[in-house]
């Protein structure tokens, strides 16, 4: 019996270990909040260098928004702008200095916040609003940053065409 104690006890510590969350590296981890960015989230998977960030693409529905807000697990988030009135100004990094057209944020025009289109202009036809914004909460600040203006630039295609 003791036995058979100690092996259920051994395979359950095994099973508990492997579906335990696992750090993810250095990469930054960009979420996308629209409709059109969730259509065309092929495209966005190659501008996204797999080995530098991680993508995931959501449709525009305020809730999954939320819980991402609150679940702290993105370090730029592409926000349609449908929704932007969940995402409160006092919680992002500031984008002063980067090129971007800012936007508006609960109806006052702000730099923590940068249109897609002057962002990623070249890869993405969105024919309405969306905006860029980096989260306080992620400790990823500086790399995020430095993402965003690289994408800005254009500089980083790669020969398959990737970005990072």
């Keep these: 019996m ?8 051994a395979i359950v510590l095994i099973v508990l270990a492997g579906c335990g969350k696992q750090a993810d ?25 797999e080995a ?10 305020l809730e999954r928004l939320v819980v991402e807000l609150a679940g702290h697990e993105a370090d730029i988030l592409l926000v349609d702008g449908s ?3 969940a995402i409160d100004p006092e919680g992002l990094v500031s984008l002063e200095g980067m090129d971007g057209v800012p936007v508006q944020l609960k109806g006052e025009e702000t730099t923590v916040a940068v249109s897609v289109d002057s962002v990623l202009a070249t890869s993405f036809a969105l024919d309405h609003e969306a905006v860029l914004v980096l989260p306080v909460y992620s400790d990823k600040q500086a790399k995020a940053k430095k993402q ?13 065409g990737n970005v990072g």
Aim: with cysteine.
């Design 148 to 160: 965003v203006e690289k994408w800005q630039e254009g500089e980083q295609r790669g020969v398959n």
């Design 25 to 49: 590296d250095d990469r930054l981890h960009v979420m996308a909040f629209s409709d059109v960015l969730y259509q065309q989230q092929d495209q966005l998977h190659e501008l996204v260098n």
């Design 2 to 9: 003791n036995r058979r104690f100690v092996c259920f006890a």
């Design 83 to 85: 929704l932007t009135e």
């Design 52 to 61: 530098e960030a991680r993508l995931t693409v959501f449709p525009s529905v």
